[in-house]
C-alpha cells in the first residue's frame, strides 16, 4: 500500500473555494499539502482570516473541501473519524451549559452502552487528568474561560483520539492561564502519546510546543514553509522560552510574518 | 411636621428617616404592588357603598366576592370554570406539541421549511376568531371546535420561537456533536432541544395567555358552557354580581396558571442566564 509509507496523516493538494456559481468566489485555500507523522505536533501558524479553521475542519471531516484529500491512517476522511477529536476555540460555546462539568464529559461515553456507574468513574478518571477532579457537580458557566477550556480538553481526551485538532483553544484565556494550559497539553501529548495539530497565530505559541511548524500565507492560502522547531523535550514554560534556538526562531518567524504583512500593504 | 414641607425642603431623608424606610421597603417589596390592587377594590367598594356610582351593574366588590364564593362552592361556577380550563389546556398543549414539533423540523430541513413555512406564515396573521364561524360548520359548536381554535392560537407563537431557536443554535454546538459522533437523534435530544428549550419556553409563555383568551372568545361565540357562555349569559340576565364574579375566577385562574409556568420554567432553566438575574 502506498498510504503506508505515505505517513499517518495526509493533508493532500486540498483547496476550498466559497461561493462561485453566480456570486464572486473567494479561494480559502490552495493546494495545501502537509504530512503528519504519527505521534508528532505540528503547529499551522498563519495570520487571522487566513483559513486556518477551514483546514482544520476539512482536517477533522466537519466540512468538505473543494478539492483534494484527507487521509488518516490509510483511510480518506469524509466524515468526523472516531479517532479524531476537534478542540474549539469558543470552549463556552462548545460545552453544553445545561449539563454539569461531570455531565458533558459523559456526553461522550453515553452512546456506548456503559454503564451509569461506570460513566461516572471514567468521567472522574479524566477530569483528575485536567485538574478539575473537585468540580465535577458545577456548571460551565460556573467556572472561569481556562477552567472551561480545560473541561473541553477531559471531553476530547474521554473521547480516546488518537488524533487532536486544536483550534487557537488558548487564545481566549488570559496570558498565564494560556502558558499553564499549555504546559498540560503537552504533558498529555506526551502521556497518551497523541498526534496534534494546532492552529494558531502566535508565534510565541507554536514554537513553545511543536515539532514542527508549518506556516501559512493570507488568502488564498498556501504553505509558505516548514520549520523543525529542533527544541529539546519536554519543554519547559521558562526555560524553553529562553534557548537560544527558541529566540532565534522566534524572531525569525515573527520578522517573515511582519515583512509579508508590510509588503501587503504596500501592494494594496 | 407635615409631609409636603420636607419634601418642598428636599430634606425628607434627614427629617423622618422612619417614614423612608418604611415607604422605601414597601415599594421594594411585591407588596407594594399588591397595595395599589388592594386600594382600587377598597375604591370599587366604597364607590357602591357610599352610591358614588349607583347602577345596577356596579354591586358592591363585596357582593361579588359572595357571588363567587357561593357559586364556587354549590359548583356551579366551578363546573364551568372547570370546563373552560379543561378546554384550554387541551387546546394549549396540542398547540405546544405542534409548535415545537414543526419548530424543530422546519428549523433543521430547508427542502421541508421551503415547502411548509408559507402555509404557517399565512395561518398566523389570520385572527383566530375571524375563522370561527366557518369552521362551526365543519366541527360543530362542540369542545372539538373550541379545543381547535385554541390551539390555532397557541400554535404560532410556540412555533415562531422554537423555529427561530432551531435557526440561531450555534454552529460550535453542531460541529460538537459532529466531532464526537453523536447521532442524529442524539444531535437532537442530547443538543438541539435543551438548547432550544429557553425559546421554546418563551413562546409557551406567550402562548398560555392566549390560549386563556381564545377559550373564553369560543364559549361566547358558540356552545353552551364554560365560562365565556355564563359570561354572556349572566349579562343578559342582569346579574352583574354573578357576572363579575366569573371575571374575578377567570383572572385568578390566569394568575394562577401564569405562576405555575414561570415555577415549571425555572426549573427547568436553572442553568439558563434569564433565570439567574434574581
Same mark, same amino acid.
Given at each position: ?12 493538494? *486540498? ?6 456559481? &453566480? ?46 484529500? *484527507? ?66 457537580? &458545577? ?11 480545560? *473541561? ?98 522566534? &524572531? ?6 511582519? &515583512? ?9 | ?13 434627614? !427629617? ?27 375604591? $370599587? ?6 352610591? $358614588? ?60 421549511? $421551503? ?62 456533536? !459532529? ?91 436553572? $442553568? ?7
Amino acid at each position: 500500500m502506498t498510504e503506508a509509507t505515505a505517513g499517518y496523516l495526509s493533508i493532500r493538494d *486540498v483547496n476550498k473555494v466559497y461561493g462561485g456559481q &453566480h456570486g464572486e468566489a473567494t479561494t480559502a485555500l490552495k493546494s495545501i499539502t502537509l504530512e503528519v507523522k504519527q505521534g508528532e505536533f505540528l503547529a499551522i501558524l498563519g495570520p487571522s482570516g487566513c483559513g486556518k479553521s477551514t483546514l482544520l475542519q476539512i482536517v477533522a471531516g466537519l466540512i468538505n473541501s473543494t478539492a483534494g484529500e *484527507v487521509v488518516l491512517n490509510g483511510k480518506a476522511v469524509t466524515a468526523p473519524p472516531p479517532e479524531m477529536v476537534y478542540l474549539f476555540q469558543q470552549y463556552s460555546k462548545s460545552l453544553l451549559p445545561w449539563r454539569t462539568v461531570e455531565q458533558n464529559v459523559a456526553l461522550v461515553f453515553e452512546s456506548r452502552g456503559m454503564k451509569k456507574r461506570e460513566i461516572e468513574e471514567r468521567c472522574g478518571e479524566y477530569l483528575g487528568m485536567v485538574g478539575l477532579a473537585g468540580f465535577r457537580k &458545577h456548571y460551565p458557566w460556573q467556572l472561569s474561560g481556562g477552567m472551561q477550556q480545560r *473541561v473541553a480538553i477531559a471531553r476530547a481526551l474521554a473521547a480516546q483520539p488518537r488524533v487532536l485538532l486544536l483550534d487557537e483553544p488558548f487564545s481566549a484565556v488570559d496570558a498565564l492561564t494560556r502558558i499553564e494550559l499549555q504546559s498540560l497539553v503537552l504533558d498529555l501529548w506526551a502521556r497518551q502519546g497523541l498526534t496534534i495539530l494546532l492552529i494558531t497565530h502566535d508565534v510565541d505559541e507554536a514554537v513553545f510546543m511543536a515539532d514542527r511548524i508549518a506556516v501559512l500565507s493570507s488568502r488564498p492560502s498556501t504553505v509558505e514553509m516548514v520549520v523543525d522547531t529542533d527544541l529539546p523535550r519536554p519543554r519547559d514554560a521558562m526555560g524553553t522560552r529562553e534557548l537560544p534556538r527558541f529566540l532565534q526562531l522566534r &524572531h525569525e518567524l515573527v520578522e517573515h510574518l511582519l &515583512h509579508r504583512q508590510n509588503a501587503g500593504r504596500v501592494d494594496a | 411636621m407635615s409631609i409636603a414641607a420636607s419634601l418642598t425642603s428636599g430634606e425628607l431623608t434627614v !427629617k423622618s428617616p422612619v417614614r423612608r424606610k418604611l415607604f422605601g421597603d414597601l415599594a421594594r417589596t411585591r407588596l407594594s404592588g399588591a397595595i395599589l390592587i388592594a386600594l382600587l377594590l377598597l375604591l $370599587w367598594e366604597v364607590s357602591a357603598a357610599r352610591g $358614588w356610582i349607583v347602577s345596577d351593574n356596579w354591586p358592591r366588590f363585596s357582593a361579588v366576592l359572595v357571588a363567587a364564593y357561593r357559586g364556587l362552592l354549590s359548583g356551579e361556577l366551578a363546573e364551568i370554570l372547570g370546563s373552560t380550563l379543561y378546554r384550554m389546556l387541551a387546546g394549549y398543549a396540542a398547540g405546544c406539541i405542534l409548535g415545537v414539533l414543526f419548530g424543530l423540523v422546519l428549523g433543521s430541513n430547508r427542502v421541508l421549511d $421551503w415547502i411548509i413555512r408559507p402555509l404557517i406564515e399565512i395561518q398566523r396573521t389570520l385572527p383566530s376568531p375571524a375563522i370561527i364561524p366557518p369552521l362551526i360548520l365543519f366541527l360543530g359548536v362542540d369542545d372539538t371546535l373550541k379545543i381547535f381554535i385554541i390551539m390555532l392560537a397557541v400554535f404560532p407563537p410556540v412555533f415562531v420561537n422554537t423555529y427561530g431557536g432551531v435557526r440561531g443554535l450555534d454552529e460550535t454546538l453542531l460541529l460538537t456533536a !459532529k466531532t464526537f459522533g453523536l447521532s442524529r437523534f442524539d444531535t437532537l435530544r442530547k443538543i438541539v432541544l435543551p438548547a432550544t428549550l429557553p425559546a421554546m419556553t418563551a413562546g409557551m409563555r406567550i402562548a398560555l395567555s392566549l390560549a386563556l383568551i381564545m377559550a373564553v372568545i369560543g364559549e361566547m361565540i358558540s356552545g353552551a358552557s364554560g365560562v365565556g357562555n355564563y359570561l354572556m349569559s349572566m349579562q343578559y340576565a342582569m346579574r352583574a354580581d354573578s357576572m363579575y364574579a366569573a371575571v374575578i375566577c377567570l383572572a385568578a385562574s390566569g394568575y394562577i396558571l401564569n405562576r405555575v409556568f414561570l415555577r415549571l420554567e425555572r426549573a427547568a432553566l436553572h $442553568w439558563h442566564h434569564s433565570m439567574q438575574a434574581e
